[in-house]
């Protein structure tokens, strides 16, 4: 009787998996399949992870969940069984995918066959007791935790990201706000950049982490958007609820995002390009000024005068000096150099490298010099193994100093006689060497970090050795004017190249300011303005800016909706409203009724004002209609096009997860 018990609690163990399986293989096949979360609780919960009020679980994880189903091979082999008999069923599934010759994976009949011949062998299962009442629970591992449906994970997950997505939304635009974020070592970061917010945040939801990464991506790629990504993808994914209480599948929803995205960004998108004249010349310091300005206002309001100027300049002076080669450059070869107090009006550009420290010498100026790079310190080197030097008289003791700096001498006389006018050393000088130094009228420059001794090798064309010595001609580098400056009553060294050198390009940004928090915020909008340029070397199409775009897509997506049949139409429309989260929310921290802003800005596309955008400066203005029917404000297409498939991508991958299978804490 104990046999044919556990036979039938086995194979109720077995039918429960099939299920589980069945569901992930027959929805797929109608393109609108739903994925399995399915991650390890070692990786993802923090050390005090917080619990849902209702259930008790943990509700704050990390995963990138996949947006393409997941095989059932990979379901069973994730989930970790521990039941033989269901053990058996996972096994089978693994060599069913090994197995080429037995035709594809998904084939249930051929997994209903090894389940018959798992079942031959059940009896192992009488070892093991098998709680029915346990459900899921008896099949995993002790400790695992799992949400799944509708309401268990992705409601859930619409409101991780909608929440994410109302932190970040009162940051965008010229207007929007600062947050204040201390991290988890006591950083106190003042910033409205959105990519620094998220990060910042250290959010462990993995939802909410997915549009983390969504923004990351967008500000790896193109420096700007970030904001658009988070605001976008959570606004869409805040339109589902009111679908669902509609009575519509997740994989409708996710069928209606999928055409609407497809055809914006096909066919709504690229004629807006079109509309605004493209960057001509990538070298023309005018056009590198327009292109830039928007986004340094977007992140520093005020300032975008002073900087637009100053971004183009430096990234002019890294860029290729032969006209016959492509406007391009390297991020990187646009440096920050910041130095606290004064005014952002004193900032300047320096077509070089700056050190943000004095030289050691007294010697302070050097032109047309030489320059060698020591990537170890100036002083006699150690040996390896110790040693005990026997010394009978005090003449012995004499001639061991004498020695030395005999030694010394020869070194320092050797990199002199090369015709090197400047030493720069990754590590200490001694006082012997520094002597020599002085003796034979070179500058000394002490470098304490390997990257910025990296970005001297760059700018002045030298080649850091690891070795005390003379360098060859091709080991030396070369500086127009070297030479010691007081800014902010801070030495810095500055190596400063002629317009054309051809010895390295590399520029610095000196930037003044007078708190560290305003420094470090300055610096982001030059990063993010640095890349946009480069971005518009690359892909100079521009689109019209201040909400225009937004709200253009949103009637053309809402027209396609009218087109569809079906339940998809739903899904489409509320797309088209999701667009509308760019106009509004700029209306809104402009201080502006969102509400009239948004109708007269509708009202002005449909009659044919396709750059009519918000006007932020219409604030407290009695009258006003809070737009502009030609918005100077331009945004980059390939930023945009980028920001709006992120955000679309990541809302697709949430609403495609039906189920979070956490296994036990490692």
């Not at 004499?398 to 006389?413: A, C, G, Q, R, T």
């Amino acid at each position: 009787m104990q046999n044919l018990i556990a036979n039938v609690q086995d194979k109720i163990l077995l039918l429960d998996l099939i299920l589980l399986i069945k569901e992930a293989i027959e929805i797929p096949f109608e393109r609108r399949g739903m994925s399995r979360n399915i991650h390890h609780q070692a990786a993802s919960l923090g050390p005090n992870p917080q619990r849902d009020e209702q259930t008790g679980r943990p509700s704050t994880t990390l995963v990138k969940p996949s947006s393409h189903p997941i095989a059932p091979a990979t379901i069973v082999k994730a989930l970790e069984m521990e039941h033989p008999a269901a053990k058996m069923l996972q096994l089978a599934a693994e060599a069913q995918d090994l197995n080429v010759a037995m035709g594809p994976t998904n084939n249930l009949a051929i997994y209903c066959k090894r389940i018959e011949i798992a079942n031959r062998n059940i009896n192992m299962a009488q070892s093991m007791a098998y709680n029915q009442a346990a459900g899921l629970g008896g099949m995993l591992k002790q400790g695992h935790q799992s949400m799944e449906g509708l309401e268990g994970a992705t409601i859930r997950n619409v409101e991780a990201c909608r929440e994410i997505s109302t932190i970040c939304r009162t940051s965008l635009g010229p207007n929007g706000m600062n947050k204040l974020v201390v991290n988890h070592l006591g950083k106190i970061i003042v910033t409205s950049d959105c990519a620094t917010i998220v990060k910042a945040l250290e959010i462990e939801h993995p939802a909410a982490k997915m549009l983390q990464l969504a923004a990351e991506a967008q500000d790896f790629e193109c420096g700007d958007g970030t904001n658009l990504v988070v605001s976008f993808a959570g606004e869409l994914l805040s339109q589902t609820e009111d679908l669902f209480r509609m009575g519509l599948h997740p994989s409708d929803v996710v069928s209606g995002y999928s055409k609407a995205g497809d055809k914006l960004m096909e066919d709504f998108l690229p004629p807006l390009a079109e509309l605004v004249p493209a960057m001509a010349d990538g070298r023309d310091k005018e056009e590198l000024v327009r292109v830039v300005k928007p986004v340094l206002a977007a992140k520093h309001l005020g300032s975008e005068d002073i900087l637009a100027p100053l971004v183009a300049e430096a990234c002019l002076g890294a860029m290729s000096s032969s006209s016959s080669a492509p406007a391009s450059f390297s991020v990187d070869s646009v440096r920050v150099a910041k130095i606290l107090g004064g005014g952002i009006a004193q900032s300047h550009v320096v077509h070089g490298f700056v050190a943000l420290r004095g030289l050691e010498t007294t010697v302070t100026s050097a032109k047309d010099a030489k320059i060698c790079v020591f990537g170890c310190g100036m002083e006699a080197s150690a040996t390896e193994a110790k040693g005990t030097v026997l010394m009978k008289t005090a003449d012995d003791l004499k001639n061991y100093n004498k020695s030395e700096e005999k030694k010394m001498e020869e070194i320092v006389k050797g990199i002199a006689d090369a015709g090197i006018k400047v030493c720069v050393a990754g590590g200490t000088v001694s006082e012997m060497a520094l002597h020599f130094i002085e003796r034979y009228g070179m500058l000394c420059l002490k470098v304490g970090s390997k990257w910025e001794l990296r970005r001297l090798c760059v700018a002045t064309g030298a080649t850091a050795l690891v070795r005390l010595g003379a360098p060859t001609p091709d080991e030396m580098g070369y500086c127009d004017h070297v030479h010691q400056k007081e800014v902010g009553g801070r030495p810095v060294t500055i190596f400063s190249q002629s317009e054309g050198s051809k010895t390295g390009k590399l520029s610095t940004i000196v930037l003044r300011a007078s708190t560290s928090s305003v420094l470090a915020d300055l610096e982001r909008a030059i990063d993010d303005g640095v890349h946009a340029a480069k971005t518009a070397c690359k892909h100079g199409k521009l689109v019209p800016g201040a909400g225009a775009t937004e709200m253009e897509l949103s009637l053309k997506v809402k027209a396609f909706a009218d087109t569809c049949p079906g339940l998809d139409q739903y899904a489409i429309r509320a797309f088209g409203k999701a667009l509308e989260v760019v106009p509004r929310t700029l209306a809104e921290n402009a201080g502006l009724d969102q509400a009239l802003v948004i109708a007269a800005l509708g009202a002005a596309h449909a009659s044919g004002k396709v750059g009519a955008g918000v006007d932020i400066d219409a604030m407290g203005i009695d009258g006003a209609s809070g737009i502009t029917d030609d918005t100077g404000v331009l945004d980059l297409y390939y930023t945009k096009a980028s920001a709006l498939k992120l955000a679309i991508d990541s809302a697709l991958t949430v609403l495609r997860v039906d189920q979070i299978i956490m296994s036990k804490k490692a």
